[in-house]
């Protein structure tokens, strides 16, 4: 079961999935293949958690149109328990969804704290 879409791309949407995918070299960062459009590998950038608008670096995955399309039936929800799971590919992705996440419930300690 797939994480439904939701937020907006935002103004400079294109430079950003620019930056992402210059970061990783024009390759896909799940299979490695390099930008080939005529082939089928066409590389897109991928918001992990679905929100268009979250343009956080962890969020952010350069990757294929094969595997974009199968990372969009994927729930990352279930798997973020599970850290000794994933790939090589996606524990950078891991990593920084956690801190995010921490920090979040930490402002939120502050916030109620007040």
């Not at 293949?33 to 956080?56: A, I, Q, R």
């Not at 790939?87 to 109620?112: D, I, Q, T, V, Y």
Request: glycine fraction near 6%.
């Amino acid at each position: 079961m797939s994480i439904p879409t939701r937020g907006e791309y935002p103004p400079n949407w294109e430079e950003i999935a620019r930056k992402i995918k210059e970061k990783n070299g024009w390759k896909c960062e799940r299979c490695g293949h390099s930008h080939d459009p005529k082939n089928g590998y066409c590389l897109t950038v991928h918001h992990l958690d679905g929100d268009k608008s979250n343009c956080e670096e962890w969020n952010l995955c350069c990757l294929c149109a094969r595997c974009h399309l199968h990372m969009q039936h994927i729930d990352i929800y279930q798997g973020w328990l599970f850290p000794e799971l994933h790939s090589k590919w996606f524990k950078p992705h891991l990593e920084g969804w956690m801190r995010a996440r921490k920090e979040r419930n930490e402002k939120k300690k502050l916030h109620s704290a007040t």
